[in-house]
């Protein structure tokens, strides 16, 4: 039964994993592709970008939470079974913290997406008219908010390929 809930709760894991790298992977080629078409706005193109990239942060604050709660679920697995924590080393240890560390703050980057910058940008695009276009001003700030979450973004991919890249690790020195 250990290695059933092992397994399982391994592979829901990297999923989560695999998304959380995804997401921003994405995202960041939505934006890459929208930026080759000027910054005069293309309403329809630009509302289902808006459309995209609000859920897609959600998405994100999803996979990392399950990435967190099963990171923490293999050592209490262990423990459920064997009354005891496993002795590991201290290199896992410090990968583990690591990883623990890298993924609150992705979590807390997706959080103010959630709830402060995606807000704003969605109340700005929702002053604009499909019919015309809008005034510089607010346009401008518009783009500013749009690259802020773009930087914000990069640094979760960043962080995301990170986690991936140091997970190994636990694998070989336990």
């Given amino acids: 039964m250990e290695k059933i809930l092992y397994t399982v709760n391994l592979a829901i894991h990297i999923l989560a994993a ?3 790298v995804a997401a921003p992977f994405y995202q960041l080629r939505w934006v890459k592709q929208r930026s080759k078409l000027g910054y005069p706005i293309i309403y329809p193109f630009d509302r289902a970008m808006e459309n995209v990239l609000g859920l897609q942060v959600r998405l994100c604050f999803t996979f990392i939470t399950i990435m967190i709660i099963t990171g923490f679920a293999f050592p209490l697995i262990h423990y459920a079974f064997h009354g005891k924590w496993r002795n590991v080393s201290s ?6 913290s690591a990883k623990t560390v890298l993924a609150f703050i992705g979590l807390a980057i997706t959080a103010h997406g959630i709830w402060f910058l995606d807000p704003v940008i969605q109340k ?14 607010l346009l401008n700030r518009f783009w500013a908010l749009r690259a802020k979450r773009k930087k914000l973004c990069q640094f979760c991919f960043g962080l995301a390929l990170t986690i991936v890249i140091i997970t190994p690790i636990l694998r070989f020195y336990k």
């Fill in 91 to 96: 290199l896992s240890l410090v990968i583990f």
């Fill in 18 to 20: 695999v998304f959380c």
């Fill in 124 to 137: 700005t695009f929702a002053s604009f008219s499909p019919s015309e276009e809008p005034p510089d001003e």
